[in-house]
């Protein structure tokens, strides 16, 4: 028999609320997939008829969400959860009890399109959920080969350069322990860190016999070692990392009042890494032996810093460096 109106409308206004909460669970954006789909089969026994003893089941490859066990259920529906071509896995309905009153068509009509729909809403769910996943795996594989292509370049630059081996290694430690103390996200820290470990990826160009030349350098030889950076920008801007190395090996050199090279970039037109890691390499340059020169010393290296804070160094990037040797015991 029909069921009255008013009962009707009750039964249809349980089930718009079951899609409204399935909506606000996704739309929610909240925990994991597992956890969408475990809040998503618990909502679904409240829009049939005899909630009372309905369980759900949602299966998804080799896992399962349910609110009870489907298998003892005498009546049970299902529905497949796909997308396109692909199936996913099915989401089932089932009553632990038989309805005496209606053996032979025990769901409503209405509770099929409601089955079939959530398993529509499901099936862009996973499939959203499968491709995000995939790219997510892509692009963690592209950065693993990023990093690798950068450690490579890395050392042929202090191949070419001998007597400051180690001398990238270093910039790229204390340019981290700077970025730390300032509290940047772990993603910037991280392109920070790679782009300080090649800033001096350029110097392939320069003749080894000038890398090593143990007399003061010329003008002539001097404008050579200063085209490393534009050098470095060059080899590295047509890859497609996903941080801005190539602008930061570009800017090492740039100074805050605009009087650096290659650009004469000054101020904030220069990106916060980049000013990091021109205070990194200053400190670490003066602390380091030369072939012309002894190592100056940290004392040396941080007055040059202090003094020139505003002027030639980004002030903040130089009060976090000082903290980190003053305050924090920080070594060279």
Known sequence: MPLPLEL?????????????????IIGANQGTLDDVLQQTVEAIPEAWQHSAYTVA?????????????????????????????????CVEVGYTEPCAEAIERPFLVEERVLLDTI???????????????????????????????????????????????????????????????????LRQLEGLRLAASVHDIGKIIVPAEILCKPTTLTRHEYDLIKDHAEAGYNILKDVDFPWPIARIVQEHHERMDGSG????????????????????????????????????????????????????????????????????????
């Not at 490859?61 to 692909?86: E, F, H």
């Open 8 to 24: 009707a409308l009750k039964e249809r206004m349980k089930e718009l609320h079951c899609l409204q909460q399935l909506e606000q």
């Open 57 to 89: 089941r949602i299966s998804w490859g080799s896992k399962v969400y349910q609110t009870g066990d489907l298998d003892r259920c005498p009546m049970v529906q299902s529905s497949v959860i796909r997308s396109n071509d692909t199936i996913y896995g």
């Open 119 to 185: 398993a529509t809403r499901l099936g862009s769910l996973i499939a959203g959920a499968v491709a995000e996943e995939g790219l997510k795996r892509t692009l963690q594989k592209n950065e693993r080969l990023y990093k690798q292509l950068l450690t490579v370049l890395g050392g042929m630059a202090e191949m070419r350069d001998p007597y400051t081996s180690g001398h990238q290694h270093s910039v790229e430690a204390l340019a981290l322990a700077i970025g730390e103390e300032l509290g940047l996200p």
């Open 261 to 332: 090279y290659p650009k004469g970039l000054r101020g904030e037109e220069l990106l916060l890494e980049s000013r990091i890691v021109a205070v990194a390499d200053v400190v670490q340059s003066m602390c380091a032996h030369r072939p012309y020169r002894a190592g100056l010393g940290i004392d040396a290296a941080l007055a040059e810093i202090t003094q020139n804070q505003g002027r030639l160094y980004d002030p903040v990037v130089v009060e976090a460096c000082l903290r980190l040797f003053n305050e924090k015991a920080l070594c060279v």
